[in-house]
């Protein structure tokens, strides 16, 4: 079965620290899927990453970076020179497949609340 | 706007009453889903469906039930509501397909109350 944890359950952060949400996941298969998502206190949940298991490379959109380590089974995400507007829930998925039968595993979510 | 639409965004019931979730993609995805968020638990997968006419339990189904008609809906019905189904819902498609355009749309969400 897969299972995803997010061992950080809340954050707080002054702006423009840098901040670093630990992700580790657990799965037998050998290609899976990695999500990220945001949710701001709107509620919607907002996509921000997918990296599939056979590409390894590291991924930086702006101020956001992701470090995925199949090594140590983690696909963890930096914020750097965080804001406010960064405060929100963090979602860490897993999908051990795509398309028609696949199935999302999230972790429990990390609360990182960026203070001014 | 293309996407997952679903109504209404907030309800209160009674214990015992019954209500349908509604839900809606204009995509074309054959996967669709349902999951309930509650604090501290993340989201969590109640049933889905592979396509029309196809339909399976997830992590947490019971006291819901669904079908799926269309390629279009995913309705999720409460039979008998109880309070511990008081939580946040989430509809989701997934387009499947090639590496390059796998990827989840969500609903807005459905803030649900059982008293």
């Known amino acids: 079965a897969q299972k995803v944890t997010q061992a950080q359950t809340e954050i707080s952060v002054v702006e423009k620290e840098d901040v670093t949400l630990d992700c580790v996941y657990e799965t037998r298969d050998t290609t899976y899927y990695l999500f990220w998502y945001k949710q701001p206190p709107s509620g919607e949940l907002v996509f921000l990453i997918r990296?599939?298991?056979?590409?390894?490379q590291n991924e930086i959109s702006g101020r956001y970076s992701w470090n995925f380590q199949k090594s140590t089974s983690s696909f963890n995400f930096t914020i750097t020179a965080s804001q406010v507007v960064d405060s929100a829930v963090y979602f860490c998925a897993l999908s051990e497949e795509a398309g028609a039968n696949s199935k999302l595993t999230f972790g429990k979510g990390i609360t990182l609340s960026v203070r001014p | 706007n293309a996407g997952v639409t679903q109504t209404p965004k907030f309800q209160v019931l009674k214990t015992g009453q019954s209500m349908t979730l509604q839900c809606a993609q204009d995509?074309?995805?054959?996967?669709m889903s349902w999951y309930r968020q509650d604090p501290g638990m993340g989201l969590r997968l109640i049933h889905y469906?592979?396509?029309?006419?196809?339909?399976d339990q997830g992590e947490v189904p019971n006291g819901y039930n669904v079908s799926r008609s269309t390629t279009e809906d995913f309705p999720l019905r409460l039979l008998s509501a109880a309070p511990s189904q008081t939580s946040v819902y989430f509809c989701?498609?997934?387009?499947?397909?090639?590496?390059?355009?796998?990827?989840?749309?969500f609903g807005s969400g459905t803030r649900l109350t059982v008293v």
């Open positions: 995509m074309n995805h054959e996967y």
């Open positions: 989701a498609s997934s387009s499947g397909g090639a590496h390059g355009d796998y990827g989840y749309t």
């Open positions: 469906s592979v396509g029309a006419g196809i339909t």
């Open positions: 990296r599939n298991s056979f590409d390894e």
